[in-house]
């Protein structure tokens, strides 16, 4: 299997059944061995729950690090709704975009290549079903990204970076059910 650097991956998701299941698109991943959960060993997850929170975490030897705990996004079609995730990554830079809007930008250098996947996450209900209209993925030399975050988005980053994120990553519990 082939394996990629500098890339922009883009799929347009719709999720019915599970509304705190998380759809998601992996980046730099490598399968094997499958950590525990049968998640993958290396990846960088971007993933999104019809709640309308996003979230994005690495997955590095099979341990997993929060890069931006679940958060809430205005730029999230909610409920059972099409939402187009898009990922830029160049080198160290990675971007993350949702129905078009910027939500997160940062830096790291964990993972420098890997495999993509779409990757949604059940609770094994009979009604969970996830449909892609389409993915796609494009091989850069460099990533020319001319997109801003919000100022709106970008104070509800940093009010999600201040709570203690806890439990499943792939797993997104509203305040008002705990």
């Known amino acids: 299997m082939e394996t ?15 509304m705190g299941c998380s759809n998601s698109l992996v980046i730099r991943g490598n399968p ?5 959960d049968k998640s ?7 993933q999104y729950s019809t709640y309308g929170n996003y979230g994005i975490w690495k997955q590095v030897n099979g341990s997993w690090e929060w890069l931006q705990p679940w958060t809430y996004s205005p730029a999230i079609n909610t409920g059972y709704a099409w939402n187009t995730l898009r990922v830029y990554a160049d080198g160290s830079n990675l971007y993350f975009l949702i129905n ?24 094994g209900s009979s ?30 980053n940093e009010a999600a970076n201040q709570s203690e994120a806890t439990g499943d990553p792939r797993f997104y519990i509203p305040d008002d059910a705990e």
Do not use: H
Not at 9 to 18: E, I, M, N, S, V
Not at 40 to 46: K, L, M, N, R
Not at 100 to 123: A, E, H
């Open 40 to 46: 993958w060993d290396d990846a960088y997850v971007f």
């Open 127 to 156: 009604d969970d079903k996830v449909y892609v209209d389409y993915a796609v993925l494009d091989i850069l030399e460099s990533a020319s990204v001319t997109e801003t975050i919000s100022a709106e988005q970008q104070a509800l």
């Open 32 to 36: 094997t061995p499958l950590a525990s």
């Open 100 to 123: 078009g809007s910027l939500v997160w930008i940062g830096s790291d250098t964990s993972l420098t290549s890997g495999r993509v996947v779409i990757m949604p996450y059940s609770n």
């Open 4 to 18: 990629y650097t500098n890339l922009d991956y883009q799929a347009r998701l719709y999720r019915t059944g599970c």
